[in-house]
Each structure stands twice: as C-alpha cells, then as structure tokens.
C-alpha cells in the first residue's frame, strides 16, 4: 500500500485542530458521489452498459443511504460494481492507531478503545487507513458461520483470566471490522437462513449479539450484496426480514447492444494475438444469439465472461497458427472462431433433451452471428466480382497452416477487395493477416448466403464455386 502523506495529523488533537470531524461512511459517499457528478467525472470506472439503466438507479440507492442488493444472472458486473464503491471513499481516513475496529479517534465505540481515549486524551496515537482498505468481500458459502461475520467468544482471552462477560473477550467477525467501511456480500441468497438473522441486528439496530449477550457498538457499515435470480426463488433465498432491512434492489443486466458487449470484451479480455473489430463483433452476436436461443437455459444464463473466453480463445489461435505458418504479427482470422465451439461448450448450460447436439446448436449459432456482421459490414457493396473470380478458377484456401499472404495471393487483383479490407477496418497498406482477415470475412459471408461452397477437411479449408 502506498504510504499515508507524512503531513496528516498524528494524534486525536492535531486531528481535532484540523477539522476531521467524524463522518458516517454513507455520508461519505453521498458527498464523494455528488461531487463526482457535479464535476462531471465519472464515479464507476470500468462499468460498460449501465449507463442509463442500473447506475442512475445505484446512485439514488446511495444518495439515499440505503443498503442494497444487486440482483441478476451471473456474469453482468455486479460485483465488479460494487467494488467500484471503493472509490467513492476519502482516500485517507483517520483511525486509532493499534484498535482492532478502525474507529474515528474522535468517536471510539469498543471499551478498549474508549478507556485509552480517556487516559490519553489529545495524545491519542492516529494513523490513516486507505480507502481500498475500506472495503471487505465475502462469499457465502454454506460453511460461513455466524462467527465469521458477527463474532466469537475468543476462549484464548478467556483463558487469560477475563471472565465470559467481558466485552474484550469477544473476536470480531469480518462485519464489525469492516466499521466505517463497506461490506459485500457475493451470492447472498447462498448463506444459510440462520446466518442471514445474524445480519438483522446489524441493518437495523447496528449492534451485534454474540453468545447470549448484547454488546452494544454502534456500528458504521455499508452492507451491499448481489444475489441471482436462480438462487433468490429456488436453491436458495433471501430471508423477508433481511429482504424488509435492504433500502433498494436493483436489478442488473446483461450489455443491451453489440458495441458494449465489444466494449466489455476489449476492457476485460487478455489477448495474446491481434483480433480485429468485425471477430469481436462476431463474439458480441453469437454470444446474444445464446441468450435468445431456445436450446439454452437461460435461468442460468450465459456470462459475459463467456464472451471474454471465446475472445481469449480465438486470440489464441491466432497465436497458434501465427507460429506454424511464421507470420508476424499474429492476426486473427474467421478460420480461428472454429475454436470457439468446442473450448467453450462446457460453460453454457443447455435445456434437457439437447444432450449430444451442444456443438450442432453452437456452430449454427456462431454461423448466424458471422453472417449478421458481414451484413452490417458489407452491406450495399457488390461482391460479384469476388464470387466470379473464385468461379473462375480462383480457389482460395484457408487454415492454421496458410499465411495470410497465401490467401490473398490465391486471388487476383479486384478493386473491390480494397473495399472489403476497407470496411473492416484494414487499408492497402497493412500486414497482409489484417487484410487476409477481411477477405476472408466476406468469402465466408458468401458461403453463408449460398453463392459459393466450402470444402473442409483436418486442417484446410477451400471455398469454391
């Protein structure tokens, strides 16, 4: 962590000298949030396809100072928003130095805390948190206990000589450590009902009970969690109570045109080769032709990460073939999508009765999405010359052992080809795997619309009349 400016106050009185008032952590963000808007910067960095359906929803959540639940299939960006929270922070917040709660040191709640604030008054030790510190995760899983989030009885203080009463034999949980910060909670609807009552006394009266007694600490947490449709009506639920105690649900979903899924996948996706703008928008199609599929189940739904792994996928291919054939750089090209299929049929999950025709359903589904971009693409622009010139003669052949300038030599000189690379983002100056992609693009486009054939076999392909 980046060391906290030498120039902040060190103790409670310099802190009091220099105005740091205590500030509840919703407060925080309700001040940090407007301020972003009134300034014009944007407060959720990284977030694709929200912008005019669940962030204004978000930020009046928060204005508001609600608690709130993310509510929506898997893959959308919940928790990838809600880690966004943390940036709505001070930077730097002011702690007691050594106290195991990262209370104000104007404002102590455990006795611990509160005795040394009596008996050292102004001198009171302070050291700074950073905001990224402020921010607490957790998964439920069937095994969270309630000691895990509230708290336990330490039997090792106890051995100590304190007695079962005292307050400071008590080891918090990760809830009342994360005081004056935020709390998420991933797949809500998966912790265990009686763990979700532990949370009750936290929303509401902000105190917690442990082991038969009250331990009144008033604290500062904002509690946030994300639950999926699935879990929320059937595997698992959200408890009314705890359901009553959230201010706001919103509803999240899935990017609602192909430019933000492109979007999502340029942001998220680790490429090891070059992969162009048309094969991203391919990606886009076919993975929103799975959510419309009736083959699918969509209960489940189908990520954006998937989406993300079919664009990493076909990059590695690229990669692959750049290195059998020797090209330099490695550019992707429509060849590359037949990877696609195959690497990721395991993370869709289909209707029953579909078993043992997942790659069928998929290749159709990735075909349709390859003739709907050359579509948009190539819409309007003749290419009956490139259809006679294969007719003639021309055959073009295509694999993970053709270099790109061998499919390009295949053809000859057709103005209309300049055009092609054109429309998809390549020029007559660049390498030919960029311009072989084109091309390639707008063969396979005419093999889909029937006015050439393609001749596959292990390792090549070759469109012919």
């Not at 978000?58 to 509510?71: I, K, N, Q, S, T």
């Not at 805390?113 to 899983?141: C, I, N």
């Not at 307050?167 to 005081?179: D, K, M, N, Q, S």
């Amino acid at each position: 962590m980046t060391p906290a400016p030498e120039n902040l106050p060190r103790t409670a009185g310099e802190l009091r000298a220099a105005g740091y008032l205590p500030r509840s952590i919703k407060t925080e963000i309700h001040d940090n949030l407007l301020a972003a808007l009134r300034e014009g910067r944007n407060p959720w960095p990284g977030i694709v396809g929200f912008g005019r359906t669940v962030l204004p929803q978000f930020e009046r959540a928060l204005l508001a100072g609600h608690d709130v639940v993310l509510l929506g299939e898997r893959g959308q960006g919940k928790t990838r928003l809600l880690r966004t929270l943390a940036g709505l922070l001070d930077e730097w917040t002011p702690v007691i130095e050594g106290s195991e709660l990262a209370e104000h040191p104007l404002e102590p709640i455990t006795p611990a805390s509160r005795r040394r604030a009596a008996e050292l008054g102004d001198e009171l030790p302070v050291t700074w948190l950073h905001r990224d510190q402020r921010y607490t995760e957790k998964l439920a899983t069937p095994d969270t206990s309630v000691g895990d989030l509230i708290g336990d009885v330490d039997p090792v203080k106890v051995a100590e000589g304190r007695s079962l009463g005292d307050p400071e034999t008590i080891h918090f949980g990760l809830v009342p450590r994360a005081h004056r910060g935020i709390v998420a909670i991933n797949e809500l609807p998966d912790l265990a009902e009686r763990i979700q009552v532990a949370l009750l006394n936290v929303m509401e009266e902000r105190d917690i009970q442990i082991r038969g007694y009250t331990l009144r600490l008033p604290l500062d947490v904002l509690l946030v969690a994300t639950a999926n449709p699935e879990d929320y009506t059937n595997r698992g639920r959200i408890i009314t109570p705890l359901k009553d105690r959230f201010g706001a649900e919103i509803r999240t979903h899935y990017p609602l045109t192909v430019a933000a899924e492109v979007d999502v996948v340029r942001q998220e996706a680790h490429l090891v080769a070059e992969v162009g703008e048309p094969l991203l928008e391919v990606l886009a199609r076919f993975v929103r032709n799975l959510r419309e599929s009736t083959v699918v189940d969509q209960r489940s739904g189908v990520s954006a990460r998937f989406a993300v792994a079919a664009a990493e996928t076909v990059a590695a291919a690229a990669l692959r073939r750049a290195a059998l054939t020797g090209e330099h750089p490695a550019v992707a090209r429509p060849v590359d999508l037949e990877a696609v299929p195959a690497v990721l049929r395991g993370k869709i999950e289909f209707e029953p009765g579909e078993e043992g025709r997942e790659t069928e359903h998929l290749v159709h589904l990735l075909r349709r999405a390859v003739a709907e971009t050359a579509r948009e693409r190539f819409g309007g622009l003749n290419l009956r010359p490139l259809v006679e010139a294969v007719s003639n003669g021309h055959l073009v052949a295509t694999g993970e052992r053709v270099p790109g300038a061998d499919l390009l030599a295949a053809l000859p000189e057709l103005p209309v080809l300049h055009e092609v690379a054109q429309r998809a983002g390549a020029s007559a100056t660049d390498e030919p795997g960029r311009i072989a992609a084109a091309v390639e693009l707008a063969l396979e486009s005419l093999y889909l619309a029937r006015q050439l054939a393609k001749d596959s076999d292990d390792a090549t392909t070759v469109y012919g009349p």
